[in-house]
């Protein structure tokens, strides 16, 4: 990573945000579709919001990945129950919007 | 005390034909164990469970497991076998122990996954939460989650449900193992620690389920907690209050980057929000260990317990305010309850039942006196670590405070299994510093670690006999929701039955145990169901499954002929028909009063 420069890693996280999202709003076949949910739901927006703690620790790096992608959508989720405004595609938007905004400020810091 | 070590790899870049032969035992001992589950059919027709009817090369496999296990723990001079290989090793076992029912069957063992499953389903049909049709409503994080998974991603919930063990197995291993990193810099350690963490779980509480995610957390927060959240407190200088005030002010962070700090805090905080969301009892057990931790001046922030406290408080004062006005939390707390409901209640039933129940409870208290030992050990070398202590310790605090359901003592037991297997470890391993333990050593470990597996699938496949379903059954299920008009009371005779993941809203659900507290005898119980059903508006469902009659007769509820004359009391009844049946299940619709059948 150059300083002054965003990372290819953060670009690729936030695009992929995007365009899988929409893929899987569109509905992809049976293994796709569900492989995609878990990239959307949980390991992109989770690994997006890792990337702004600077955990030194490699392996709590990692292990944080599942779990803020499993905690966030836990919270979207069930705020959405509360509000009444639950669907699951709701959620993919949400958390594709929690991912792409997890970039922007992970760009933010990488350009200062 | 905080900085994470790696261990020297002096065999990094070069593969060792023994790890080879490690790796290569462990396939077999896989090959073997998948194998001969698959040959076992169902139903088990055992009160011991899988362990009667597993036949002898599953064990070759178990014991071949763990003898690789040692051979490569063992390792040479530099350190254990290589890190992929190890966690091969681990791979397969948690297969082996924790996959072994799924290469059996392909229904998910036991009731309680298919109504998690329900709840998720009915939470994403209603698309609201209504925090009075039950307590999970009033702790739907795991659930809301749960249901967004299933319908974004299209697969079979029951398939999900049948692969969560191990999934859940893995995810808390993948914690321990970090949380390991910040307790001991010996990786022997490390991975006997994890291997010992699942020889040690009986207590089958890693199905789809909010409390083997909330234990997923749990053990994440600790890790947080105990690393970049870690405090380095000075020598205790006794409890004076001037030294305590000294003391307290001489704690510095373990972790010395503030941002690092804050991220870890922020963090921390999301999982105690999530937890208090999604889980009755975990949010107290996380409570709990960062308050003893904190106590004894190893967390920085000093005000974590508070803020905790804090968030659970305005969850039962809020969202779970509906459940919590009928349900006090305390209502049966005390000691002598809690035993009664957790130890008396649970020790009954045919022989064969209670060998598994003893065999539970003596798996238990080898752990815990090998965790003595271990401490005892640690003590006199210098080197106990309290920490370790305290989060073994501390979920003994929760036993007297709630019988819950009788299942409070198997809970309290989980939460201390990790680090009552990290001080176990000490006297399993009590070699430190990289030192390659002895023959007669690992000899002992292997031998202590075939036993511990051994009682392990004893113990927690011990309820196979009524827990794992059959076909027939699950067809006779499907049936019954079909059956059953919208309303109707939906009786089964006992837990174990594989209902309510579909329509989890649309009929009342009971069973003839719950009903029938005071006993299951034709004179008492026969009439009061009966009752029940035909007062619904609706008319009711009677299910009697092979399962749920198993569990009636294996735990001492009923004999075999009781159950029979039941049955035969009920057909004679009037406006009783049977509407289905197959060799595992038969189903009777009871017409309301005042409507003919």
């Not at chain 1, 790096?61 to 669907?87: C, D, E, I, Q, R």
């Not at chain 2, 076992?93 to 499953?117: C, Q």
């Not at chain 2, 827990?467 to 006992?494: C, K, Y």
Request: charged content about 15%; some cysteine; hydrophobic content about 55%.
């Amino acid at each position: 990573m150059n300083r002054g420069r965003v990372s290819r890693l953060t670009l690729a996280l936030g695009l992929a945000a995007v365009v899988l999202s929409v893929a899987a709003l569109v509905g992809l076949p049976a293994p796709l579709q569900a492989l995609t949910a878990a990239a959307v739901l949980v390991l992109l927006p989770g690994q997006a919001l890792a990337r702004l703690l600077h955990v030194a620790d490699r392996a709590l790096g990692a292990l944080l990945v599942p779990v803020l992608g499993f905690a966030t959508l836990t919270v979207v989720s069930t705020a959405m129950f509360y509000l009444a405004v639950w669907s699951w595609q709701a959620c993919v938007v949400a958390m594709s919007v929690i991912t792409v905004l997890a970039c922007l400020e992970r760009a933010r810091q990488e350009e200062t | 005390m905080i900085s994470v070590v790696e261990p020297a790899s002096p065999t990094k870049g070069r593969i060792k034909s023994r790890d080879i032969l490690c790796a290569l035992a462990g396939a077999v001992a896989l090959a073997l164990a998948i194998w001969a589950a698959s040959t076992v059919t169902v139903p088990i027709d055992s009160d011991l469970g899988l362990v009667a009817v597993l036949p002898y090369p599953f064990w070759a496999g178990v014991v071949l497991l763990n003898l690789a296990f040692v051979a490569a723990l063992r390792g040479n001079a530099a350190g254990p076998a290589s890190r992929p290989v190890m966690i091969w090793l681990i791979a397969v076992l948690v297969l082996m122990l924790f996959g072994t029912a799924i290469f059996v069957t392909d229904i998910p063992r036991g009731e309680v996954a298919f109504r998690h499953l329900g709840i998720a389903d009915a939470l994403a049909s209603t698309q609201d939460i209504n925090p009075d049709i039950d307590a999970y409503f009033n702790w739907p994080g795991f659930f809301a989650l749960l249901a967004t998974l299933l319908r974004a991603s299209g697969i079979d919930p029951v398939s999900v449900a049948l692969w969560a063990p191990v999934v859940d197995i893995g995810l808390w291993l993948a914690a321990l193992g970090v949380l390991m990193r910040h307790l001991t810099t010996d990786p022997r350690r490390r991975w006997l620690v994890l291997w010992i963490f699942c020889l040690g779980n009986w207590q089958d509480q890693d199905y789809l389920s909010p409390q083997a995610f909330g234990l997923f957390l749990y053990l994440v927060v600790i890790a947080l907690v105990i690393g970049p959240l870690g405090a380095k407190p000075p020598k205790f200088p006794g409890f004076r209050p001037a030294g305590l005030a000294v003391w307290w002010r001489g704690r510095s962070p373990a972790e010395s980057r503030a941002r690092h700090r804050l991220s870890a805090l922020v963090v921390t905080l999301l999982l105690v929000v999530v937890i208090s969301a999604s889980h009755q009892l975990t949010p107290f057990m996380v409570l709990i260990a960062i308050t003893a931790l904190t106590l004894t001046g190893h967390v920085w922030p000093s005000r974590l317990p508070l803020i905790a406290a804090v968030v659970l408080a305005l969850w039962l004062a809020y969202p779970a305010s509906a459940y919590l006005d009928g349900h006090p939390p305390l209502a049966d707390a005390g000691l002598q309850a809690a035993t009664q409901a957790n130890i008396v209640d649970r020790v009954s039933g045919s022989p064969g039942h209670l060998l598994v129940v003893q065999v539970r409870m003596l798996l238990t208290v080898i752990l815990w006196a090998l965790a003595i030992a271990g401490a005892l050990w640690d003590w006199r070398k210098k080197r106990l670590d309290i920490r370790v202590v305290l989060l073994a310790v501390t979920p003994l605090l929760l036993f007297p405070t709630q019988s819950y359901g009788g299942e409070m003592l198997i809970r309290v037991s989980l939460f201390a299994l990790p680090f009552i297997a990290m001080q176990a470890s000490s006297v399993l391993l009590p070699a430190r510093g990289g030192t390659r333990p002895s023959f007669l050593a690992t000899g002992a470990l292997a031998l202590c670690c075939c036993l511990l597996a051994v009682m392990t699938v004893t113990g927690r496949f011990g309820n196979a006999r009524f827990d794992v379903f059959t076909d027939n059954e699950l067809t006779a299920v499907h049936a019954v929701q079909r059956l059953a008009p919208p309303g109707s009371a939906v009786i089964s005779a006992a837990h174990p039955t594989p209902w309510r993941n579909e329509g989890y809203l649309d009929h009342r659900y009971r069973t003839i145990d719950d009903l029938c507290k005071a006993g299951l005898s034709v004179a008492t119980c026969g009439p009061l169901v009966y009752d029940y059903a035909r007062h619904n508006p609706a008319g009711g469902v009677i299910l009697l499954t092979r399962s749920s009659e198993a569990s009636l007769v294996v735990q001492g509820d009923i004999s075999k002929q009781g159950f029979d004359e039941f049955e035969q009391w009920l057909r004679s009844q009037d406006s009783v028909q049977l509407v289905f049946s197959n060799p595992d299940a038969r189903a009777y619709r009871l017409a309301p009063f005042g409507v003919a059948p």
